[in-house]
């Protein structure tokens, strides 16, 4: 399984939708690491995502691996270059 199959992208889709995702790559997909990515405001969502899968979908199964922060510079619509800050949270199954 490479890198990208258990990468999930957190952006503006309900809450819920990402933590299914979660939990179908450990369960269905018999992944043995998700890493859930996010930049900028959707940061916050992203380690609820991880907080809700880990205690109450897979609770006992799963285990935090570890939080990689950093930040990555791109040019704006209006050709202005912005940093923005990113985050890749890495949930390890336990069993």
């Known amino acids: 399984m ?13 809450f819920m939708n990402y933590v299914t995702s979660v939990v179908i ?14 930049r900028g405001k959707f940061i916050s969502r992203a380690v609820d995502v991880a907080e809700v899968a ?7 199964q799963t285990e935090l691996k570890g939080i990689v922060i950093d930040s990555e510079g791109f040019q704006n619509k209006e050709g ?3 940093r923005v800050s990113t985050i890749e949270i890495t949930l390890k199954k336990t069993k």
């Open 54 to 60: 880990m205690k109450r979908f897979l609770k006992d």
């Open 25 to 38: 790559q450990f369960t269905t997909k018999e992944a043995t690491e998700v890493i859930i990515k996010a």
């Open 80 to 82: 202005k270059d912005v």
């Open 2 to 14: 490479t890198d990208e199959d258990n990468s999930i992208f957190i952006g503006g889709k309900p």
